[in-house]
């Protein structure tokens, strides 16, 4: 673990339970400046005490950490830094009667997909779902999207040997990390990107503060737009090729318009493929979706799956999730019959 991966880990909220154990597999001793810890520390407080503390507790009650895991070193020989140990004493004193944030709470997480790809969501962690909606918070489905849009050669499904550029509109879209995974690994070969959910008062505060966080319109970017898009209702985009979604077939109810939208964006001739990611809650559910996309003359293969693929679920279990999948998932390639 390098130093940039720790704070990363911190960023992410990684339970401290979990940050010991890597500490303590950790091959070799993690150099921390004293300067960056504490004002990342500082960070991290700002956006969630309760969780800032918990982790300063960790190092206190777990000596071996500064000892063995890490070691503190001041920029400036010369010049001597705090005292590390009375940092974190006086740090723990002063967030002693911190408790646990509010269910409702908004606070910035970073998604460390690799070294260079790290995505900052404002969201909702521990909220469910509000207003009528599910967008608040990141699900795993859209982890497990943005993990595949990271490691498959995605050109070469959307277009085979045709390498020209994508014009990508995501549905259901919510915080927007796949759009955002997209966007940074591909944003070369990305001419045209919608980026859509069914809230319009989502998509005008949460989605775009979530792309304003991630520099996403900065110099030679590709036209990006957010907007709303109500299946069965709105006009899908045109010259769209590649369409993607996480997270969007729980629900049976929704089946009808969700397919229909699907077949609506299969029909334009430009677009080929639908790529879904499933949590799969219900294999009866799962089968009803498959049955109303036959309806309007779609079907749908498992590209991958946490079923199969332990590499991918090791990784989503160790990087981006730091505790089991409540379910299997699967990335679904949609297509015409």
Known sequence: MDEDLFYDRLHQRCPREYLLK?????????????????????????????????????????????????????????????????????????????????????????????????????????????????????????????????????????????????????????TGIVSLVLLHKYREYVSKMYVTDGDSDLVETQLRRNFELNDAWREQSPDIRLQRLWWGSDRVPDEVNLVVAADVTYDSTIFPELCQCLAECLAMSHCKVCLLSATIRSYSTDKEFAQECHKVGLKYSVVTSTEYDRNSEARMEESLLFKPLIAPIRIYKVVRL
């Open 22 to 174: 890597e500490l303590e597999t950790n091959e070799h001793t993690v150099i921390l400046s004293v300067s960056r810890f504490i004002n990342e520390m500082e960070l991290v407080q700002a956006a969630n005490a309760y969780y800032c503390k918990t982790i300063i507790k960790a190092l206190l009650d777990n000596d071996w950490i500064l000892s063995e895991a890490l070691t503190m070193a001041n920029e400036d020989e010369d010049e001597d830094g705090p005292e590390i140990s009375d940092y974190l004493y006086e740090k723990y004193i002063e967030l002693l009667s911190t408790g646990k944030p509010d269910p409702t709470m908004k606070e910035i997480i970073r998604y460390r997909f690799d070294e260079n790809v790290k995505i900052n969501i404002e969201e909702t962690p521990n909220l469910i779902s509000a207003a009528s909606t599910t967008g608040f918070r990141t699900w795993e489905a859209a982890l497990y999207m943005g993990d595949f849009l990271m490691h498959e050669p995605l050109l070469e499904l959307v277009h085979g040997d045709d390498k020209k550029k994508l014009n990508v509109l995501e549905i259901g879209a919510g």
